[in-house]
């Protein structure tokens, strides 16, 4: 089976920065989307940056300009930068991996930002 680890969460101050990364198990350019997910207290689960096979991304108006997504496809890993941080950052953040039809999700890395 597919598996998504994800790894870089942790506690920071208003305005730092953190990386995470999402290592899986296979070769990512076998998906057809890759993208980053956080689900905050009380609040569903939203998109916050996706890349496509194409290196295509989209970024969640609230994180524009501070985040980027990239990926390293030799090391099968996509990245998520995450630069300016506020406190309503603060969520579990999810990787996922698309298919046409299958898709796969990591167990989530969490991110708290102090103010």
């Known amino acids: 089976q597919v598996q998504l680890v994800e790894s870089g969460g942790g506690l920071v101050q208003t305005g730092g920065s953190l990386r995470l990364s999402c290592a899986a198990s296979g070769s990512i350019s076998s998906f057809r989307t890759m993208g980053w997910y956080r689900q905050a207290p009380g609040k569903q689960r939203e998109l916050v940056a996706s890349?496509?096979?194409?290196?295509?991304?989209n970024y969640a108006d609230s994180v524009q300009g501070r985040f980027t997504i990239s990926r390293d496809n030799a090391k099968n890993t996509v990245y998520l930068q995450m630069n300016s941080l506020k406190p309503e950052d603060t969520a579990i953040y999810y990787c996922?991996?698309?298919?046409?039809?299958?898709?796969?999700w990591g167990q989530g890395t969490q991110v708290t930002v102090s103010s």
């Open positions: 996922n991996a698309q298919r046409w039809v299958e898709g796969y």
């Open positions: 890349i496509t096979q194409a290196g295509s991304t």
